[in-house]
């Protein structure tokens, strides 16, 4: 089912500013929807943005109005550009395809399963310092 690579985490101050990318490598995908996760020591993973096939996008409440997703179809990538970072943002990031609820739109964040999603990244690091 191919695999996807993330890349662009690292370590940046609060308020600081971080682009992820996720690139689709040896298939292509056309699920209906597609997302990042962030996982955290203690926690589940959670959904952090969802994008689907007409563009509507979803995020977590703490996302709102600091991040925004997009998609290159064309180029099968995925972008999270992480404007004003915090602390409580620092997690592993994965990037999610292949949604198989299939052609159901992305669901709501809150009621996100990370077992709908078929193919994930191995995780990009966000560390965000006070």
């Known amino acids: 089912q191919g695999q996807l690579v993330e890349s662009g985490g690292g370590s940046v101050q609060a308020e600081g500013s971080l682009r992820l990318s996720c690139v689709v490598s040896?298939?292509?995908?056309?699920?209906?929807?597609v997302g990042w996760f962030r996982q955290v020591p203690g926690r589940e993973r959670e959904g952090v943005a969802f994008?689907?096939?007409?563009?509507?996008?979803r995020y977590s409440d703490s996302a709102k109005g600091r991040f925004t997703i997009s998609k290159d179809s064309a180029k099968n990538s995925l972008s999270l550009q992480m404007n004003s970072l915090k602390p409580e943002d620092t997690g592993l990031y994965y990037c999610a395809a292949n949604f198989f609820p299939w052609p159901a739109s992305c669901p709501v964040i809150a009621n996100a399963a990370p077992g709908d999603f078929r193919t994930w990244g191995q995780g990009t690091q966000v560390t965000v310092s006070s």
């Open positions: 040896g298939y292509t995908y056309g699920g209906s929807c």
């Open positions: 994008i689907g096939d007409d563009g509507f996008t």
